[in-house]
């Protein structure tokens, strides 16, 4: 169509070098480079999506597994909530006790993605430290499960005496728990062990708490001086010594305690991973849509830019 425009004009043909047409027809060097960007930035977008996809379906596969072990954990824990109850009712629940000897029993999660349970139980161990330290007082750390173990031997190494782990790595019932209330009594001296662990509300709430079990002298004093429970009210069959049966009735105390406590803090643990799940879920829809709408527009820029430099390398031979 040019050269038949050229001949009517009575204008002379220039033969064009084909070495010269391939250098206007194709994209000069910056250009390349810059179309180069255009297509990696589009790749690397894609990767990005590609990923925030994968870590949305583990996101959601974590909150049905921690929904379905909450449920077969959930009604344990509200059963052994009528365990420690009576002893409350008998002995009270007074940690506004003084005593010398404090041995603070934090129970925590061994796994982490669950919101801030363990950090809260370790926040709360660290002030019953400060509070019941002094000059004349001793203050020891006894660490169930792996994040709080962590925490608190950055700066408090020296000051615990006993750390356990995998308490959830098998099915928990009472039997384990008491076996392992044993071993913390045949390791530590105390007057008031203070158990601390999250008390399972609902999926988005638990409250941090604190069970105070005293030794049985300090039972056997405070109960003389009326602070706790009047034990004489009770009558008392067998042949045993009241100091043997404060000694069996505190050692079952801590056993039943012990088991609410991990059982509670079980269900905390797996409600606070629903919620972080949940979110997390969610979050990553949200990148993924942003995700998507920045590839579209990084695409159709780079489409118009390209059919632009069509129409104008096609005007260019025109012309």
Same mark, same amino acid.
């Not at 379905?68 to 365990?83: D, F, H, P, W, Y």
């Not at 409250?207 to 079990?213: D, E, K, M, Q, R």
């Not at 780079?302 to 005007?315: C, K, R």
């Given at each position: 169509?040019?050269?038949?425009?050229?001949?009517?004009?009575?204008?002379?043909?220039?033969?064009?070098?084909?070495?010269?047409?391939?250098?206007? &027809? &194709?994209?000069?060097? !910056?250009?390349?480079?810059?179309?180069?960007?255009?297509?990696?930035?589009?790749?690397?977008?894609?990767?990005?999506?590609?990923?925030?996809?994968?870590?949305?379906?583990?996101?959601?596969?974590?909150?049905?597994?921690?929904?379905?072990?909450?449920?077969?954990?959930?009604?344990?824990?509200?059963?052994?909530?009528? &365990?420690?109850?009576?002893?409350?009712?008998?002995?009270?629940?007074?940690?506004?006790?003084?005593?010398?000897?404090?041995?603070?029993?934090?129970?925590?999660?061994?796994?982490?993605?669950?919101?801030?349970?363990?950090?809260?139980?370790?926040?709360?161990?660290?002030?019953?430290?400060?509070?019941?330290?002094?000059?004349?007082?001793?203050?020891?750390?006894?660490?169930?499960?792996?994040?709080?173990?962590? !925490?608190?031997?950055?700066?408090?190494?020296?000051?615990?005496?006993?750390?356990?782990?995998?308490?959830?790595?098998?099915?928990?019932?009472?039997?384990?728990?008491?076996? &392992?209330?044993?071993?913390?009594?045949?390791?530590?001296?105390?007057?008031?062990?203070?158990?601390?662990?999250?008390?399972?509300?609902?999926?988005?709430?638990?409250?941090?708490?604190?069970?105070?079990?005293?030794?049985?002298?300090?039972?056997?004093?405070?109960?003389?001086?009326?602070?706790?429970?009047?034990?004489?009210?009770?009558?008392?069959?067998?042949?045993?010594?009241?100091?043997?049966?404060?000694?069996?009735?505190?050692?079952? !105390?801590?056993? $039943?305690?012990?088991?609410?406590?991990?059982?509670?803090?079980? $269900?905390?643990?797996?409600?606070?991973?629903?919620?972080?799940?949940?979110?997390?879920?969610?979050?990553?829809?949200?990148?993924?849509?942003?995700?998507?709408?920045?590839?579209?527009?990084?695409?159709?820029?780079?489409?118009?830019?390209?059919?632009?430099?069509?129409?104008?390398?096609?005007?260019?031979?025109?012309?």
């Amino acid at each position: 169509m040019a050269m038949a425009a050229l001949r009517r004009e009575g204008r002379r043909f220039v033969v064009v070098s084909p070495n010269l047409l391939r250098s206007s &027809l &194709l994209p000069s060097e !910056q250009e390349q480079v810059s179309l180069g960007v255009r297509s990696i930035s589009t790749q690397i977008v894609r990767n990005r999506m590609k990923s925030v996809k994968n870590i949305q379906k583990i996101t959601k596969a974590m909150k049905m597994v921690a929904a379905s072990k909450l449920r077969a954990i959930q009604v344990r824990a509200e059963n052994s909530r009528g &365990l420690w109850q009576p002893f409350t009712a008998l002995l009270g629940d007074t940690p506004s006790v003084d005593v010398k000897k404090n041995v603070i029993v934090t129970v925590s999660a061994d796994k982490g993605l669950c919101g801030g349970i363990n950090s809260t139980s370790v926040k709360i161990s660290r002030a019953l430290f400060k509070l019941n330290s002094g000059a004349e007082k001793e203050s020891k750390y006894v660490v169930l499960g792996e994040k709080a173990k962590a !925490q608190l031997i950055r700066d408090s190494k020296q000051h615990i005496d006993l750390t356990m782990t995998e308490l959830q790595k098998n099915f928990l019932n009472y039997t384990q728990v008491s076996a &392992l209330a044993d071993e913390i009594l045949k390791n530590v001296e105390y007057d008031a062990l203070r158990i601390v662990f999250n008390k399972f509300q609902s999926v988005v709430s638990f409250l941090p708490t604190t069970a105070t079990i005293f030794s049985p002298e300090i039972v056997e004093r405070e109960s003389e001086a009326g602070k706790l429970g009047d034990l004489d009210l009770y009558e008392v069959e067998g042949g045993e010594t009241k100091s043997e049966i404060l000694q069996n009735l505190t050692e079952f !105390q801590f056993s $039943c305690v012990m088991f609410n406590a991990v059982l509670e803090n079980a $269900c905390s643990e797996q409600g606070a991973r629903m919620s972080a799940m949940d979110s997390s879920s969610r979050n990553a829809g949200e990148m993924l849509d942003r995700l998507t709408l920045t590839y579209n527009r990084t695409r159709q820029a780079s489409i118009t830019t390209e059919l632009t430099e069509i129409i104008s390398g096609a005007s260019a031979l025109e012309g």
